[in-house]
């Protein structure tokens, strides 16, 4: 069985390869390629070096877009998986209702970016008209309704994945736990969240990685007004490649900057998780 699967392990990788040197490898490298040239189209690239990484730094809507992300980044993150986890140990305490609980927490995660976007405006425009305002009226309000609109998208996937892992805790060990006098709060920290970091591994880099690319939530919820004070990276992007003539490739340098920015997050916090992990 070995040696038939060596023998065949080629032809039945090389389609898959294929499509990935195709869709992903080929762009990725003509993407840093473009990044350092002038262009509208890939045909007329002309190269200039660093100048287009200079007009990044240069401009301040980048930079804004940066640290309104980074901290729009933070919030979520820890709002949604505190949020997300104490929902998944609620609902394995065996309460009934609980099947239905789940999808309906979970259901929000199925409906488009843009749909949510344009749902949340209606609602938080609603509540703010009472004051003759509406979410574009300042930097904050825009903030706080990306924030809440990240949230009710996003607990109810993480809160299943949540709930596979402490599902997968072994119930032996926790009766132990008991025995030996260890109260809830103990058994908490000491063996559910240990037995549960893979999961906690996963939804970290979930949240890490879509709370730095949301791009059509935040497109339709503010559209990064007022001034673009509430635009985010993903949308400055989009907005200097389509929006400025002759920006193309700073906007591709945009998109190289921010590639590195999120990896060099995402990687260094899956090590961290997974060292924390522990066999069961």
Not at 41 to 57: H, M, P, Q, R, S
Not at 86 to 95: K, M, P, S, V
Not at 160 to 176: C, F, K, M, R
């Amino acid at each position: 069985m070995e040696r038939t699967l060596k023998k065949y392990f080629p032809v039945f990788v090389l389609p898959t390869l294929i499509a990935f040197t195709i869709a992903f490898f080929v762009p990725f490298i003509l993407g840093i390629v473009l990044s350092f040239t002038r262009f509208t189209t890939v045909t007329d690239a002309k190269w200039v070096g660093l100048e287009n990484y200079i007009k990044v730094f240069s401009n301040n809507d980048f930079l804004q877009a940066l640290w309104f992300t980074v901290g729009f980044a933070l919030v979520s993150i820890l709002t949604i998986n505190v949020f997300a986890f104490l929902l998944a140990l609620l609902l394995t305490r065996g309460i009934k209702g609980t099947n239905l609980f789940r999808t309906v927490f979970f259901m929000p995660n199925l409906i488009g970016g843009i749909v949510l976007g344009y749902i949340w405006s209606l609602m938080i425009n609603g509540v703010l008209a009472k004051w003759g305002v509406t979410i574009t009226y300042k930097a904050e309000y825009g903030f706080w309704g990306l924030v809440i609109l990240m949230n009710w998208q996003l607990i109810g996937y993480m809160m299943i994945i949540y709930i596979a892992g402490i599902q997968s805790v072994p119930d032996t060990l926790i009766e132990a736990a008991k025995i030996d006098g260890a109260t809830p709060s103990r058994i908490l920290r000491s063996i559910t969240i240990p037995m549960v970091m893979p999961s906690i591994t996963i939804c970290m880099f979930l949240t890490v990685s879509n709370s730095f690319k949301l791009f059509d939530q935040n497109l339709a919820l503010t559209a990064g007004a007022p001034s673009n004070k509430t635009t985010m990276l993903a949308l400055d992007i989009f907005n200097t490649f389509y929006g400025r003539v002759g920006w193309e490739g700073v906007g591709q340098a945009k998109a190289v900057i921010f590639f590195v920015l999120v990896a060099l997050i995402s990687l260094p916090q899956l090590m961290m998780t997974r060292n924390k992990e522990v066999e069961h």
